[in-house]
């Protein structure tokens, strides 16, 4: 919570574009640290790396539909 409240108040710094990018990069690593770990562990559990390409997959195609909804309806 401590770095997303960092990051969050350098991504939202108007005064240096660079603080904007630093936050952004505290986040993305944040998210990496958090997420790293428990993607090992799936795969660790299941022997299957081809979990990661299915989830990968199904992910693409929510935001490619997502996506098609919102440009073609013109509405959030």
């Not at 790396?49 to 013109?74: D, N, P, R």
């Amino acid at each position: 919570m401590a770095v997303s409240w960092v990051a969050d108040r350098w991504a939202t710094n108007g005064s240096s574009k660079g603080m904007q990018y630093a936050g952004l990069l505290l986040y993305t690593v944040a998210e990496a640290v958090i997420f790293l770990p428990l993607i090992a562990l799936a795969v660790g559990l299941t022997g299957d790396a081809s979990l990661l390409v299915q989830a990968g997959l199904i992910t693409g195609a929510m935001v490619l539909g997502i996506s098609a909804v919102a440009l073609t309806t013109k509405r959030d």
